[in-house]
């Protein structure tokens, strides 16, 4: 059974699943709050290391802040096969504020994953499920849907806001999702929910 813990110290909601053999972030904020996330990792009784991989559902600027960061602390950043191209679509963003605390990803230390092989990845960290490109809110958003229904899906639009979009492209995220056995939503930002 996978363990699901919740951290927040900014305004992106980060998940860490703890398998029974390695842990698995989801996300990370801002560049610049590495001290508030050490403080909630203190919060919530955990250490850096018991952090394996870091996986980050698309390359906007509040989600892959810190991942800089939590590489040079150790952990392994894997990146989808449909997100390479995407992983420094932010960096002008942090370049333009002047943020001292960003440093890009160094392509040469991440670890790559391909779509295909991510049952088996997650089967290696004793975590029963599937990562699944589902685009709409960006074109490198992926998702990760346990076998036991929860799945973290980032800042996909929620499902009652799919009719106002009319986007072929995010339905067909939303159906997969549903095929994969997805039955509760962890978003980033937005409330958690049942799906309907
Ligand atoms: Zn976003």
Redesign the pocket.
């Known amino acids: 059974m996978t363990k699901i813990i919740q951290l927040k110290y900014g305004n992106t909601k980060c998940y860490l699943l703890k398998g029974t053999k390695k842990n698995l972030l989801i996300d990370t904020d801002w560049a610049g709050t590495l001290p508030k996330f050490f403080q909630e990792l203190g919060r919530k009784k955990l250490k850096v290391q018991d952090i394996d991989y870091l996986l980050i559902t ?1 390359y ?1 600027p ?2 892959m802040g810190l991942a800089t960061d939590l590489m040079n602390l150790g952990i392994s950043l894997v990146v989808l096969d449909c997100q390479i191209a995407y992983i420094h679509q932010s960096d002008y963003i942090f370049q333009k504020e002047n943020n001292p605390d960003f440093q890009p990803i160094n392509d040469k230390h991440i670890h790559k994953l391909n779509l295909a092989d991510s049952r088996h990845f997650l089967s290696e960290c004793r975590i029963s499920g599937t990562i699944l490109s589902s685009p709409g ?2 074109v490198d958003s992926i998702s990760l849907v346990l076998d036991s229904g929860e799945a973290f899906v ?2 996909l639009y929620p499902q009652e806001q799919v009719p106002l979009y009319n986007n072929k492209i995010l339905s067909h995220s939303w159906k997969k999702l549903i095929s994969h056995g997805a039955t509760f939503i962890y978003f980033a930002h937005y409330a958690n929910e049942k799906v309907i």
């Open positions: 698309h906007h509040d989600h809110h960006s980032g800042d």
